[in-house]
């Protein structure tokens, strides 16, 4: 049964650093979700989606968690798959394979039930990000609950295409706070970074903004056009916040 122990704690380890993994790469400013995935990607070396893995080569940090996470990963499997096979290597008759397997995947069942639990995901991500606070340079902070970043809320980058409602006004005409849509920062086209613009600032074609609100309305944003379809879009966008946000109410 030693086989079988080292088996669960190769296993318990590799989700311990995929989580460790992912809380860091919280830290450098990167989404859950997308953290998640990347973590698991790199431990299990099946590879990133294009995109995805654009932000993650783009930041030395990143990459950095990245790489240690495809070593940490080669040799895992390679260590699981030597502890299973001692599991059912000195295994007598059929009865005795049966009863293994039956432990192997009974432990796997319980290990993916414990990490698939919110609660127990809360107290590790606490754990991990006071770990990394205190032996480590990353500013450990979990964006995800400050900023309710779940499915219903998300910063994203929006590239302004010169046909978009976006471009050519400044930010007070747009108004953007009434549809509950917050812009942290504008990256010019010529490379110049503007974090916390004012209302003056103008919104230029070719500039790529940071954004901060509901994903559906980040998503509905992004396609909105410069036409009276558009100016209807951002007025039932508005009424819809207001809704949402009780700013609607009548006493």
């Known amino acids: 049964m030693i086989a079988v122990a080292s088996f669960f704690i190769v296993v318990l380890v590799a989700l311990l650093i995929a989580r460790v993994a992912t809380v860091a ?5 990167m989404p859950q979700e997308i953290a998640k995935f990347q973590s698991r990607s790199a431990l299990s070396g099946v590879g990133f989606t294009t995109g995805e893995a654009e932000t993650v080569v ?3 940090v990143r990459r950095r968690i990245v790489f240690i996470l495809m070593l940490v990963g080669n040799a895992g499997f390679v260590t699981i798959v030597a502890s299973l096979a001692l599991t059912f290597a000195g295994s007598g008759d059929s009865g005795d394979v049966l009863e293994r397997l039956g432990i192997v995947t009974g432990g796997l069942i319980l290990i993916l039930l414990l990490a698939r639990s919110r609660s127990f995901e809360r107290v590790v991500s606490r754990w991990i990000s006071r770990i990394l606070g205190r032996f480590t340079d990353l500013e450990v902070r979990d964006m995800v609950h400050l900023m309710q970043l779940t499915r219903d809320y998300a910063v994203t980058e929006l590239q302004v295409e010169p046909d978009d409602w976006l471009a050519e006004k400044t930010l007070i005409d747009l108004q953007l706070p009434d549809e509950g849509v917050i812009v942290l920062a504008i990256r010019r086209s010529n ?7 004012r209302g003056s600032a103008v919104v230029h074609a070719g500039d790529t903004l940071v954004l901060y609100g509901r994903s559906t309305v980040l998503a509905e944003l ?8 558009g100016d209807a879009a951002h007025a039932e966008a508005v009424a819809e ?9 009548t006493d």
């Open 25 to 29: 790469l919280i830290a450098t400013g």
């Open 241 to 249: 916040h207001r809704e949402i946000s009780g700013e609607g109410e």
């Open 222 to 229: 992004d396609r909105r056009p410069a036409d009276p379809h």
């Open 191 to 197: 490379g110049s970074f503007l974090g916390a613009p």
């Open 58 to 60: 783009g930041h030395p």
